[in-house]
């Protein structure tokens, strides 16, 4: 049975706002439940082990899905998320993918953290899935490939979009503009209508764009798995 480790922010801070926030529900549910359908083995963790932050905006009405309907009725699940792994404990040898739920918080703590750019590096050098969705892509910043430059340079990638962070207010909140920075890195950035699911793979790296694109991400990375 292959294996995927998922990785989710610690971080509950939205900047120095004062607001909470965290991991967005939908994109780690709707991801989680098509993978764990498929026969996928799921392994959790973040940087400081235990529960993640959930986005209490991502608990509302307006943002329920099946998935998250599912999710919330699940104590199994809940409970693994209660107790994720610290990343300290992982080794990519024992994963056969990655995947990277979104959400604010991980603007804050897993663009920096160097064991989740170790891990990804080592993924990516082993030619293993990289999967990200929405705001995860901003995880890419400082990750470089094998040849030394950004890992996303000339390769096909998406992610949540100018347009659709100044819809919910927050351009001026977060540390960068995820759009801006793939292109800055050299990333051959595309996108669709806000709030549209939209997913690309360029080789090994899958990116979605929004919270909408979270199950086609997870589509494209059980492709690769059973490829």
């Not at 050299?186 to 899958?206: F, M, Q, R, S």
């Amino acid at each position: 049975m292959k294996k995927i480790l998922f990785v989710i922010t610690s971080n509950d801070k939205l900047g120095d706002t004062g607001n909470k926030t965290g991991f967005w529900i939908e994109e780690f549910a709707a991801p989680y439940y098509k993978l764990k359908d498929a026969g996928f083995d799921l392994t959790l963790a973040s940087p400081n082990g235990g529960q993640p932050p959930v986005d209490p905006n991502s608990e509302t009405e307006d943002a329920a899905t099946k998935a998250t309907e599912r999710f919330n009725l699940d104590k199994e699940t809940q409970a693994l998320l209660a107790k994720t792994h610290s990343l300290s404990e992982i080794k990519e040898s024992d994963y056969d993918a990655i995947f990277y739920p979104g959400g604010h918080g991980l603007l804050w703590d897993l663009v920096e953290d160097k064991k989740s750019k170790e891990l990804i590096e080592s993924f990516n050098a082993n030619k293993k899935p990289l999967a990200f969705v929405c705001h995860s892509p901003a995880i890419l910043k400082n990750i470089k490939g094998t040849d030394g430059h950004p890992l996303v340079k000339d390769k096909k990638v998406t992610g949540f979009t100018n347009q659709e962070e100044d819809a919910v207010q927050l351009s001026s909140v977060v540390p960068f503009l995820l759009e801006d920075m793939l292109i800055e890195n050299g990333g051959v950035y595309t996108k669709i209508e806000d709030w549209h699911p939209y997913a690309v793979e360029d080789g090994n790296l899958i990116t979605g764009q929004n919270p909408a694109s979270s199950e086609k991400v997870a589509e494209l990375l059980e492709k690769q798995l059973n490829a």
